[in-house]
């Protein structure tokens, strides 16, 4: 992948999208530096391109500056108000702000736009767990599962939520 990106730039040095697939294979290496060069870069060429603000945003996220990933992610949607990316992204940023009840708004926006997406439905679950409301943090764990059975960690979170409960035959 890395050099078909990098000759997709040579031949067209304004393609913001080889920039921001490099900086998210940077980033799931675990090299967020890297990652961020190539974000910006493509918001450089592409200053409207929503990706790349939300692979900046989850590099600020991870680190823990949860204002400055907010920013991006609000940037994000700003360009592409239905990318499903940044929606769940900004939730998750509202989970870890404590901000539950935002989480689950931003959480059901992308699961309005596709009702099967994972991660929705994964970080949806964890929002409800976390407030409190078992049913439904049962109801969305189960649909993980239902559309990915072998989803380890969603099994393993419905698992430590039965055995919280004090449901350990499930």
Do not use: C, W
């Amino acid at each position: 992948a890395f050099q078909e990106y990098h000759t997709a730039i040579r031949i067209d040095r304004n393609y913001a999208q080889p920039h921001n697939n490099l900086g998210n294979i940077y980033f799931n290496q675990g090299a967020p530096d890297k990652a961020r060069i190539e974000y910006e870069e493509a918001v450089r060429i592409q200053p409207d391109y929503a990706p790349a603000y939300n692979g900046l945003g989850n590099i600020y996220n991870n680190a823990g500056d949860l204002d400055r990933a907010m920013q991006e992610f609000k940037k994000a949607l700003s360009y592409d108000s239905i990318y499903i990316p940044a929606l769940i992204s900004l939730g998750v940023n509202y989970a870890k702000r404590g901000q539950l009840d935002d989480a689950v708004v931003e959480f059901k926006k992308a699961l309005a736009l596709d009702t099967n997406q994972l991660q929705g439905h994964y970080n949806l679950g964890l929002a409800y767990e976390k407030l409190g409301k078992h049913r439904e943090a049962i109801d969305e764990y189960n649909t993980v599962i239902r559309l990915d059975p072998d989803n380890h960690n969603t099994h393993y979170a419905l698992g430590s939520l039965y055995q919280g409960i004090g449901l350990t035959d499930e």
